[in-house]
């Protein structure tokens, strides 16, 4: 499997700069990208929004109204509809467990009046909208207390009340925080984690929201290496994981792929200028309107210094007949270059010279 990086700078605007600890949801299927919240290198927590037109590659920072959530990272944002659902999160002293949304058809902050007993604050948890309910699932509290409970959030009543889920089944996700929270179909994927014991894993968990009934699925091909901080997207009937951290420390900027239906995970090769191995950083779809692409903005490093690059991964079919339709035409020069010479050639073809994989060069004798 071949895949392309591609390294992207905006035509203008008001980007979001340095983050790590923030959120970016699509809305309008792909067109437009909202970056809330995170911290820059400052060490300054944020609540702005940007807005990112990825027609036109512009940024802006719209003018928001209504009462805004107060500056926070590690929170969780989800997109329900065109409206982003943000869920707690810290504010550098405290974690956080209030409930605000954004409705991007104005630019609206809405503060929901909510019964029934919220989550207890927390910071580096996940969310998953599936049918009209939010997920809220595991992450860390007060005292560095870590959760594997999990909460809903029925958006389609009128009166909303938080719900404590009590799941069935033997293999529930045990605590952790900073792993991942992916819907699919009518469930939710849990990926890997830091846990209770400080150590980073890599199991998936999946959660029928149907049967409330947790299982642990049985995957195949090279193992994910066990991670924390990184993210993941569901593209169709695949889930891709990029970067993260492991328990020594170790930063990844590696993409792996999950297929869900079949539990097999694969080894992606990528060409194009890759970005750096980070953590704390945000990514999402923007397909449909940018078929196939995935987008990955900011982290930080292992020095906790903060990025502000933006990536888009291309993972369509076209990718690998574009690379060798590439090779091919190389192979062809330099033959007409050898026979016009007269010399005994060696050809090294690299797809690009920061390519990663296994695949990502051959070598040619004529």
């Not at 970056?35 to 512009?58: E, S």
């Not at 594997?148 to 938080?162: A, F, I």
């Not at 999950?258 to 990528?270: R, Y």
């Not at 194009?272 to 490093?301: Q, T, W, Y």
């Amino acid at each position: 499997m071949v895949m392309r990086w591609e390294r992207v700078e905006a035509n203008g605007g008001n980007g979001p700069g340095a983050r790590r600890g923030h959120t970016c949801n699509a809305v309008e299927g792909g067109k437009r990208l909202y970056v809330f919240g995170g911290c820059g290198n400052d060490q300054r927590y944020t609540n702005r929004v940007q807005v990112l037109d990825t027609v036109k590659m512009v940024w802006s920072e719209p003018r928001v109204k209504g009462e805004p959530p107060i500056p926070r990272d590690s929170h969780s944002c989800t997109t329900v509809g065109d409206d982003l659902f943000v869920f707690g999160g810290t504010d550098g002293e405290k974690p956080l467990n209030d409930l605000h949304i954004l409705e991007t058809s104005s630019n609206t902050w809405i503060v929901p009046k909510v019964r029934g007993r919220a989550p207890k604050p927390r910071s580096d948890h996940s969310a998953a909208f599936v049918g009209k309910k939010l997920f809220i699932f595991g992450g860390c509290g007060k005292h560095d207390e870590e959760y594997n409970d999990l909460h809903t959030l029925d958006t389609g009543t009128l009166s909303w009340k938080w719900t404590r889920v009590f799941p069935v089944g033997t293999r529930r996700p045990c605590k952790r925080n900073s792993h991942t929270c992916t819907a699919w179909e009518n469930k939710i994927i849990i990926i890997g984690g830091h846990d209770s014991s400080g150590t980073c894993i890599s199991d998936v968990h999946i959660l029928d929201t149907d049967t409330l009934r947790w299982s642990k699925l049985k995957t195949t091909g090279p193992p994910l290496p066990p991670r924390a901080g990184h993210t993941s997207i569901c593209l169709g009937k695949s889930l891709f994981v990029f970067a993260g951290f492991s328990t020594e420390w170790n930063l990844y900027n590696d993409i792996r792929m999950l297929n869900i239906e079949t539990g097999a995970w694969t080894d992606v090769w990528t060409v194009g200028p890759s970005p750096s191995d980070r953590l704390c950083l945000a990514g999402d779809s923007l397909d449909p309107a940018m078929r196939d692409v995935l987008v990955f903005l900011g982290g930080c490093k292992k020095d906790n210094f903060v990025l502000d690059d933006m990536y888009f991964l291309h993972t369509g079919p076209r990718i690998l007949r574009t690379t060798f339709l590439m090779m091919n035409c190389m192979m062809w020069k330099f033959y007409r270059a050898k026979r016009s010479h007269n010399f005994e050639a060696e050809m090294l073809v690299f797809a690009d010279e920061s390519s990663s994989g296994p695949n990502s060069c051959m070598l040619f004798n004529y």
